[in-house]
């Protein structure tokens, strides 16, 4: 049984016009985009959170802090891969994630295969471990008036 952990990410990113909309790794057309010091890709954000926090290895901010100049526009999947290799050194393997993306606009559904097929690359972990589901809020509080995108991850990683 302690061969199995899970974790939890959950995080926010405000929307602007004008911005770059990365999301999953791909980028996403629409007028608006995420604010934030990296790319703002608030779902590989949350798999890092919820990785991390499998491996109680604290969160994205401790390992890569928005303080620090290195790390402004970064890439997120530069970070998704930095956090797999330090669950791969403690010795883990993921056993696979669940998320949600909580987004009026643009509709996700389309794009989902390839962002399912980016993050299989970037974690090297097989797509059918990966899970990525999209939900709108019916229009209500800050992600319904389109000013902010939110998500939600579960992991499970085991000790190989
Ligand atoms: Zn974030």
């Not at 998704?80 to 050194?89: F, G, K, T, W, Y």
């Not at 299989?120 to 059918?128: L, Q």
Request: with cysteine; aromatic share 8%; glycine share 10%.
């Amino acid at each position: 049984m302690n061969n199995f952990r899970i974790g939890f990410g959950y995080d926010v990113h405000q929307l602007h016009e004008g911005l770059d909309f990365w999301l999953g790794g791909i980028k996403l057309e629409h007028e608006k985009g995420a604010l934030g010091h990296s790319d703002a890709d608030v779902l590989i954000h949350v798999i890092c959170d919820a990785l991390l926090g499998a491996a109680n290895m604290r969160d994205i901010g401790y390992h890569f802090s928005d303080k620090d100049p290195k790390y402004k526009g970064i890439d997120s999947k530069i970070l998704l891969r930095e956090v797999m290799v330090l669950i791969r050194d403690a010795g883990y393997e993921v056993g696979n994630i669940d998320t949600t993306v909580c987004l009026q606009l643009p509709k996700l559904n389309p794009h989902i295969p390839a962002i399912k097929a980016c993050l299989s690359e970037v974690m090297g972990v097989e797509e059918g471990a990966i899970s990525v589901k999209a939900t709108t809020t019916e229009k209500l509080g800050f992600v319904g008036r389109e000013e902010g995108v939110s998500a939600y991850c579960v992991a499970l990683i085991y000790k190989k």
